[in-house]
């Protein structure tokens, strides 16, 4: 068989962190396509987690066959990341981000089988799966395994990281639930029950101290070994694989429908648990009241602004600066999207979170809801534009080399604020990250330590 050019390794991370876990779940199983892809369904309906149908077919297309797609399932929430000192004690900690390393050494083994170079893997993810490319990135303190030569990350999403002694009190709440808790062992108790009553214990529960769940309960923990210390303190000192970068955010639909101040700083306190009234008043000093927005409180688009600089567009920023100092300023791409949809925008909510994906694998090969996609009419210029970045950085890793006729030169971030590229229909330029963003990812910077723990 003769070997294709490149290989793209899509971990579906395609997270749409929308729902509860903020992994897709199932079980570790790498699905494989070549003309055509068999993709993975979601299969713990109950919980709310997404429903990733990523076809990958219109994007091999579009590069003329000369890319291989890759996708693949693995476990989520308690199923993958059930946290305790009994786990570490008789088994693993953090087995979903596991499942998805055993996939990517699968391909390193296997792609050539399939016509890929495992040479020229990039690993692209959404949201949560952009989130876990991330820790990927510095899994055992940054050692580079030579999964993969580039990385696409989609408005990663960077939750709380927590010790296993702060998740103790979570896998109590689960035991209980499953009705092992007075089991002289625990984990033998869990291991005999059946799918039905794990599901039923895999409910968000608020942390210890709160009274509303948080929006994603079911996160990475510090194993010191997979995980060895907090996400941005990693990229900070430059503990990672060194790669191309293209990464970039779109927006979010998780906030709180706050109608006060007040409102804005519980929403983000029941989110982090670290957060203190203190921190809580200097964030809405932050984000005072905003522009009001359809079909919402007064202090919605405060929230969502807040809760999405801290969780999507601040990481972006911060692994931009991380890669152009630690690896190359050169080989950096960063985007902003902003291709407004008329339906989403009449019910306030702007640029959807992983509303690109569409975009990226066409119509109907996505979660999205396409009936009416405005990516079949007023939109639909924005589509090759999108596909073809996207094709031409997993063929060359660069942008450009491939991008679509009517797409401007997508130039590098840089040093300094950086540059990034505006993605809009019609109308996609660069543009200069301005210096208000760039002091409230200061900001959030600042308060890392206090978010991630």
Same mark, same amino acid.
Request: charged letters at 15%; hydrophobic letters at 40%.
């Given at each position: ?61 579009? #590069? ?43 391909? *390193? ?76 062992? *625990? ?14 214990a895999n409910v968000p529960s608020p942390y210890p101290g709160r009274t509303v769940a948080a929006t994603f309960p079911w996160t990475p923990t510090i194993d010191g070994d997979f995980i060895q210390d907090l996400p941005y303190k990693l990229f ?68 969502? =602004? ?17 890669? #152009? =100092? ?74 450009? #080399?491939?991008?679509?006729? #009517? ?47």
């Amino acid at each position: 068989m003769q070997r294709r050019s490149v290989t793209k390794l899509n971990l579906n991370l395609d997270g749409d962190a929308d729902n509860n876990a903020s992994f897709n779940p199932s079980v570790s199983q790498v699905m494989q396509s070549f003309q055509h892809q068999l993709m993975p369904r979601t299969v713990f309906l109950s919980t709310g987690n997404f429903n990733a149908n990523y076809n990958g077919s219109t994007v091999v297309a579009a #590069s003329n066959h000369q890319i291989v797609f890759v996708n693949f399932n693995y476990r989520v929430s308690s199923w993958g990341f059930l946290a305790s000192e009994k786990v570490r004690a008789d088994g693993d900690l953090n087995v979903g981000l596991h499942d998805q390393r055993l996939a990517l050494e699968w391909v *390193q083994e296997h792609i050539h089988q399939f016509g890929g170079d495992p040479e020229k893997v990039v690993v692209h993810g959404v949201s949560a799966g952009a989130g876990s490319l991330a820790l990927h990135l510095t899994a055992n303190g940054g050692r580079d395994g030579g999964l993969m030569r580039g990385a696409i990350l989609e408005s990663p999403f960077f939750p709380t990281q927590p010790k296993v002694s702060d998740l103790e009190w979570q896998f109590d709440r689960f035991v209980n639930a499953t009705g092992c808790a007075g089991s002289t062992d *625990q984990l033998a108790c869990l291991r005999s029950k059946d799918t039905a009553t794990l599901q039923a214990a895999n409910v968000p529960s608020p942390y210890p101290g709160r009274t509303v769940a948080a929006t994603f309960p079911w996160t990475p923990t510090i194993d010191g070994d997979f995980i060895q210390d907090l996400p941005y303190k990693l990229f900070r000192e430059g503990k990672f694989v060194k790669v191309p970068l293209m990464i970039g955010d779109e927006g979010t639909g998780f906030a709180a429908d706050a109608a006060t101040p007040q409102e804005v700083g519980s929403f983000l306190q029941d989110n982090f648990p670290r957060l203190t009234s203190t921190h809580a008043t200097a964030i809405n000093g932050q984000y005072p009241l905003m522009e009001a927005l359809p079909q919402h409180e007064a202090f919605f688009p405060s929230a969502a =602004a807040a809760y999405g600089d801290a969780v999507f567009s601040c990481p972006s920023h911060h692994l931009s600066h991380a890669f #152009s =100092a630690h690896n190359s300023p050169s080989s950096v791409w960063n985007y902003r999207y902003n291709v407004l949809q008329d339906d989403l925008v009449a019910a306030g909510l702007g640029v959807s979170h992983t509303f690109e994906t569409t975009a990226i694998f066409g119509v109907g090969n996505t979660d999205q809801v396409d009936e009416n996609s405005s990516y079949l009419s007023y939109n639909k210029n924005i589509v090759p534009i999108l596909m073809h970045y996207w094709i031409s950085f997993v063929r060359d890793l660069d942008p450009n #080399s491939h991008r679509h006729e #009517s797409a401007p030169e997508w130039e590098i971030f840089g040093k300094g604020r950086g540059k990034r590229i505006l993605l809009e229909t019609n109308t996609t330029r660069m543009e200069n990250i301005l210096e208000g963003q760039v002091k409230k990812c200061e900001f959030w910077e600042g308060l890392a330590s206090t978010l991630e723990h």
